[in-house]
């Protein structure tokens, strides 16, 4: 499946902003595939350039309508396939995923080649550092939680004699509150998510912010990236929606977009404040884009950000929260990465919009905000779990009534994930028997993730040609390598993205998986690499160095 | 979140089939909402009438023409909200979901009523007849499932001094085993699902079957529910995409083609033969559509049935095959309830594929079928668990990329749900220690699942104007009712379905709820109403029948 990365890069160069006149050589638009997105591609059997007709009609689709274009009707007889590259989706074949894209299948296919006994490759172990996938590599489990999952998933043992020689109290006493408020965790629950997690979760945000939370203002969700396509698939009304994304971007948000057909404004972050938000340059792409008739409908943020790794201040998002308040946009804030904060401190979107809206009366009232968590990440990491919930703030209430029946559709997110939620949310307080373990194990995770992320980020510091911002959130890095113009010429040759050649090379000589920034999105003449720093040891640090030094030598 | 039921009725009263030219008063497409699928409603901001234009550019999409037909550019700060019922995805608004629609919203409010203290109402507690969640009723778990799912959710307990003391042997095993494969239950999985669970999934239906299976072509998923998603939004392009539903029809069906904005041709199951097909009228119901223009890309089959309870015969599994054959169209063979089955067998689509194969070297060759299954069906029954699964055979093997990159975006299945699908397929076996417990607690299960079906259709056979076929799989029966003149009118007179009306009728008066038959889709001039079997005892029962007969005495 190799996807030619199509997010390649952007300028940023006249004050008018180019967003939406990026050169035609590097759109943003995927534009590399040889068809259109509605119409089919030249192979395909018939035209419907009527369908749009057709399907506004008030009394339904009229089907015959459809192929008034048609010189022929469909022989279905004569064809091999029902469904074909041609003739599926085109939106979900437009849409890239490079997090699991080209590079981590070619890692796969080594992984198994290694595992199959080779020994012709320059190297031992693949490391993923493509994936924030911290229990894949040597993370551990918090145990107050995986106690309460168990218990939960076979209550049988909380009545067993040996219980208490097993479990400390409060997870027992965990467990028994939640089965009596749950039931079985094989019954379906609430779509929306069990009222008595969603009330645990309100506090959470009370707790965090300051702020009140409302318990029928979240929905539980099977990690943050199914409560984003729900979102994302109930705003999107086609081709004229637009939703502004960050370049960089966790290509979810894009991918999602383009399925859903709609349109993705990028908006770009500078490198050189540290990845921050630039408010006037983005209230100039607000501006271009709604005179150029885009029905500006939402904004996504990542903070801590994914694939920077920077965070937000009270200022930036501040002047997001005006921006969207004047504009009239919601505004997506990813902040799955809020307890991955290394330096300085996180600040939610709903604490700094609910001191907007008390210190400055009436204007911020109808701000629509939607903010995600998850239990993937943090000290909890449990991303096979898939936990997660959204917060919704402001939001029409029929939009929310089709939001509901669209996750209704889908019954109810797993309950042990929803369960796991619970936990992250409320865990172990001092006094409690399990917090002095909870507390050792959670600070353990921390140190470490903080030790990795300074450790790769000093060798990216040594290395020649390379920079990289100071690791601040999240879990990852994403530094700036120059690539010299003999490799970018071999990557031409090659039919290759510069830095998608880099990080090929990179996985074949030493194993280890990075994403190239143009899954991300980058600057026009800019390359990156996103790399996790969750691998323990610095042994596959001294590789990249190693490979690194060569690559320049053997290009320069 | 009062949604009127669109998918009402439809009459089959020439041999040409009325399925595309349904009487305008009651089609089967929405009709009864005052927008367009597409072009915006009367309240909305601006025409969009040429954004099919804008994006069939090569060169991505040319924002700035969408609004060509505009007058003025959008004025965005003069709105309230970004995303309003009028703004939002208009195809997820049309979508209809009855089985967690209006009746169900109505029995919460009435469930809270009741846990406030109400006790002014004619019951004394809610019966969740409209959805299959036998967890929710008084079915338990398997233990050997929740064993294996408490060790590998917390794996310390396999090295417990206590653990043989509480855990069959086999089920430590099991854990073990499964633990080497997965690793932590935190990491995510291959997007696909994990390998090891796949191979068990592939030997499984080899033993089913008697025919080979290919780890590859299993795909896990959250609950057949999300793999029905993917699947459709793989295959569909837009309204001249068809995909042949059956009528009644679990409506997961009808919703989620609408919200991809397909076209659901609906083929009648036939109540005077048990709700069977009849091959020649669906027949004319393919010719019918691919002579109208539609491009029919699949076939959704449910066996055994989903709301009706029956069973497919061999030969009629042949017919549709033969049909797919014949007209190249995917066969989506809905095959969650297969161990469900109380009267005759089941017989997978799969099997009949191969053997047709076998039989007649050439003609089946090109067969694409797409076969699901569940964990929260059959004696299973976990629900909450989300696993599941979907074998995929004969598919492009370009689509097949496409679709594991759309699967790859979300990243993985929850993995609890994947090890529960392992045990589901792979359970104790004779001679395992936990081997009589299982046996014992699956039959206990099918007998009462069994009775419970008789009790109500013996019921059902006893009440005047209500007839019934005889259960033989699933969960549901779905009766006929006849509904008095004066009691349409009342429905008419309060806008209402009169199945609806009669199904309200029933929450308000026994606390007992059901869907009606206008959720799934019936033949004109016909109602009925679903009803699983799952609740406990014969009280409801009697409350049921008393029901019917003061509203016959009613509206006599």
Redesign the interface.
Known sequence: ?P?PSTMSSFSRTSSSTSV?TSP?AT?????SR???????SSSS??S??S??A????????P??S???E?SS?????S???????D????Y??R?D?A???RLAIRA?ELREQLDNGDTSLPFKEIVNAN?G????MDQK?I?FF??V???V??P??LD?E?AD??FPKDSLDRARILLNEI?????????QGVPYIRKSIAKFIEDRDGFPADPNGIYLA??A??AV?SLL????????T?VMIPVPQYP?YS??LT???A?PIPYLLDESTGWGTDTKYIASVVKN??????????MVVINPCNPTGSCLSPEEIKDIITLAA?????IIADEVYQTNIYKGEFHSFKKILCELQRDVPGKYD?V?LASLHSTSKGMV??????GGYIELV???E??I??L???V??????????QVLTELMVNPPKPGDESYPLYKEEVDAVYKALKERALSLFNAFKEMEGVSCQEPMGAMYLFPTISIPPKAIKEAQRQNEEPDQFYCLELLEQTGVCVVPGSGFGQKDGTFHFRTTFLAPGEEYVRRIIAFHKEFLKKYS
């Open positions: 499946m996807q939406l035609p759109p943003f638009y995927p534009t040889e068809y259109s997105p509605v119409a089919p059997v018939r419907v350039s369908s749009m057709a399907v506004s009609s008030s009394q339904g689709v089907l015959s459809v192929s008034q048609t009707p469909v022989s279905t007889a064809r091999r396939k029902a469904i074909t590259i003739t599926m989706n085109p979900l074949r849409a995923y997090v699991r894209g796969d994936i996938n911290p229990q894949a489990p145990t995986r106690q999952l168990s218990l998933q076979y049988q043992l067993n040996f020689k097993i039931g079985s965790l094989g019954a379906y629950s609430q779509s099977g990690g990236s199914s396509s698939t109930t705003i999107c009304g086609g081709p004229e637009g979810l991918a999602t399925i859903a057909n349109t884009s709604i005179a150029k008739g885009v029905d500006l409908k939402a004047e504009n009239t946009f919601m109808n629509e990491g449990e991303c096979g779990q898939r402001g939001i029409d029929q939009v009534e089709q509901y029946k669209l209704s559709i889908s019954l109810c997110p797993a309950v042990s994930g």
